[in-house]
């Protein structure tokens, strides 16, 4: 489930340098929320059951059924 006006990035959009465009996918598992307005960057696996924070950026993933909140996130909450 995801809030209003999320973003979902699987590249850069632009190279760097002399290195192409890199493309990774992103995974979000079974039963994860994300809140209004997340940025998930590229190469991200948001975990089975875990919540975002409204306006996070997603910056390094997020394993099962724990929460994070902020700018980059940070795990606010643990199984």
């Known amino acids: 489930m995801s809030g209003d006006e999320c973003i979902i990035l699987n590249n850069d959009y632009h190279p760097v340098g002399d290195l192409p465009v890199a493309s990774v996918l992103v995974q979000i598992e079974d039963g994860a929320w994300l809140?209004?307005?997340?940025?998930?960057?590229?190469?991200?696996?948001?975990?089975?059951?875990?919540?975002i924070g409204a306006g996070a950026v997603v910056t390094r993933s997020?394993?099962?059924r724990y929460s994070a909140v902020g700018n980059p996130e940070r795990v606010v909450r643990q199984p």
């Open 35 to 51: 809140a209004s307005r997340v940025i998930i960057l590229r190469g991200i696996t948001i975990g089975e059951e875990s919540a």
């Open 62 to 64: 997020v394993p099962p």
